[in-house]
């Protein structure tokens, strides 16, 4: 049957469909347990420490296995891996649905983190398998837009639910979207590999990578809220760092195995720096997402619905950022365009330095909404760049590669600016003749702030927590203002337009892009049905 649909001049597009599915549960479950903690940690008696877990568990998993899980799809069949990947999603997400102890929760999101781990670099590379260059664009926009999506889309379903259900139909409505998924990834996808089936897996790489990504994410996850002179934070972030520089050194040597890490992806430019510009991207970005629904909630005292429903300016951006890029990179080139849109995100964060206490939604759902329409832009341009490179035999590990660093990005940005935001806060707001316990509260976070302050019917200590929030953000803000700016020069000074992209031979000399796509591709045996692309 699967053959059959495939046989239909629309079939590539109804397999990225399934595809952009499978990324939309995955983009919801990274928001949707936000909004479910305070009811999980009444009825599973979660103390701080298993809350964070909850969310650590998860990204944790999903830093450590993106390298090998991208290179085990080329190896054993995308299609294959991905099915598997759905299944195991779907069970985690029963599990997260019925679990009924905070340890059960956090194995339940480790399977979550798994899942995922497998599900978006094999998304990714179905743009690489499915499509060929001329069309790819359209292709990346649509997964793209179907990731960002369920960002927002998450406290949307999740509050509703809550208002209805219990804590764990926030989880359990990711069944039915993986059922769906199931179906239309097996009528629809094609199966696909690399052919390099004689070649031996890289145990060693593998395991440097992942034990380096697990050991540097732990410590950037960690060192906001154990503090950055932390022993174990400390400790996590050397060893994870030397064990990824050990992993590069012995890259660099290895032969006769299929390597997690190809310098000959690495050698190309438009591979390189676009991959380095979706992670500044990711940097700057899930940075603001991580300041702007605290902001929605505890100052301009949204509830968890309504944040959702505040984020949709941003969401509109985004799309409207990556459709307007597509149609203009054919124009300007890459270059030109993602250059335009960190010009145009920096002058979105820069409006949102000027938030005051007192000002209402309308300045945000601006600043925001610009925000998104130069993260759009430049993210689709970077992320086009790197994946117009790719030869299919390598498809899951060079998406897996790109996605790896965004990931990265992501959490140093999160990490980083969440450190800054709080460090702010905590210097800004005022506690003085507070009782201890009120004290802690407040300089806690802004919410628990709030919630002492109207707890003891004060309001100039809830404005004083909501000031310091403010200036918080604006901080956060500047710093993701120049890590846009970086990513501008970046562009313009170093991703080359399709037209002249080449690939550093190792050597000083260059030889053309796609003569190394087509060396690595000729060992490709077992490539998608033709009539998928």
Not at 40 to 67: E, K
Not at 315 to 338: C, E, N, Q
Not at 484 to 492: E, F, P, Q, R, Y
Request: proline fraction near 4%; include cysteine; hydrophobic fraction near 55%.
């Amino acid at each position: 049957m699967s053959i059959l649909m495939l046989s239909s001049p629309n079939a590539r597009w109804w397999a990225m469909a399934a595809t952009a599915m499978s990324l939309l549960v995955v983009g919801l479950d990274m928001t949707v347990l936000n909004v479910a903690l305070p009811d999980i940690a009444v009825v599973l008696h979660a103390t701080n420490s298993d809350l964070q877990w909850f969310a650590d568990a998860y990204l944790l998993v999903l830093g450590a296995l993106l390298l090998p899980a991208g290179m085990l799809g080329d190896r054993y069949g995308r299609k294959r891996l991905t099915l598997g990947a759905l299944v195991v999603f779907g069970a985690g997400s029963l599990w997260c649905a019925y679990a009924g102890s905070p340890a059960a929760l956090i194995a339940a999101r480790t399977l979550l983190g798994v899942g995922a781990a497998v599900l978006i670099p094999l998304a990714m590379s179905s743009v690489v398998v499915l499509f060929e260059p001329e069309e790819r664009q359209k292709a990346i926009m649509v997964l793209g837009a179907s990731t960002m999506i369920g960002l927002p889309l998450g406290p949307i379903v999740a509050g509703a639910l809550l208002q209805h259900f219990w804590w764990g139909s926030v989880f359990l409505i990711n069944v039915p979207v993986v059922l769906l998924a199931l179906i239309a990834v097996w009528l629809f996808l094609p199966e696909s590999t690399s052919g390099e089936g004689s070649r031996r897996f890289d145990l060693a790489g593998i395991g440097l990578s992942s034990a380096g990504l697990l050991g540097f994410t732990f410590g950037m996850i960690e060192g906001p809220a154990r503090g950055w002179s932390d022993g174990v934070v400390v400790g996590s972030l050397i060893i994870g760092i030397a064990l990824l520089v050990a992993f590069f050194v012995w890259e660099r040597r290895v032969q006769g195995v299929e390597p997690v890490f190809d310098a000959r992806l690495w050698s190309d430019r438009s591979f390189r720096w676009g991959s380095i510009g979706a992670t500044v991207a990711s940097l700057a970005f899930f940075g603001l997402m991580f300041v702007v629904p605290q902001y929605l909630r505890a100052v301009l005292g949204a509830d968890a619905l309504g944040t959702g429903l505040r984020t949709l300016p941003m969401v509109a951006g985004l799309i409207a950022g990556m459709r307007g890029s597509m149609k203009l990179t054919d124009r300007f080139g890459g270059r030109i365009v993602g250059a335009a849109g960190f010009a145009v995100t920096a002058v979105g964060l820069f409006l949102g330095t000027t938030t005051r206490l007192g000002d209402g939604y309308l300045l945000t759902a601006i600043w925001t909404a610009i925000v998104g329409i130069g993260f759009g832009a430049a993210l689709f341009s970077a992320q086009n760049a790197a994946l117009q490179t790719l030869p299919k035999a390598r498809a899951g590990a060079g998406s897996a590669l790109i996605q790896t660093l965004r990931q990265v990005g992501s959490v140093i940005g999160i990490a980083g600016l969440g450190a800054v935001l709080n460090g702010v806060y905590r210097s800004h707001v005022q506690v003085a003749g507070l009782p201890a316990t009120a004290a802690h509260a407040v300089r806690d976070n802004v919410a628990s702030g709030v919630a002492a302050g109207q707890g003891i019917g004060s309001s100039a200590l809830v404005d004083s927590v909501r000031s310091a929030f403010v200036s918080g953000m604006s901080a956060t803000l500047w710093i993701s203002c120049g890590v846009a700016i970086l990513g501008a020069v970046l562009t313009l000074l170093f991703l080359p337009d399709g037209k002249d992209r080449t690939i550093d031979n190792g050597g000083g000399a260059q030889a053309p892009g796609p003569d190394v796509a087509q060396s690595i591709d000729a060992s490709d045996t077992r490539e998608a049905h033709p009539a998928a692309g």
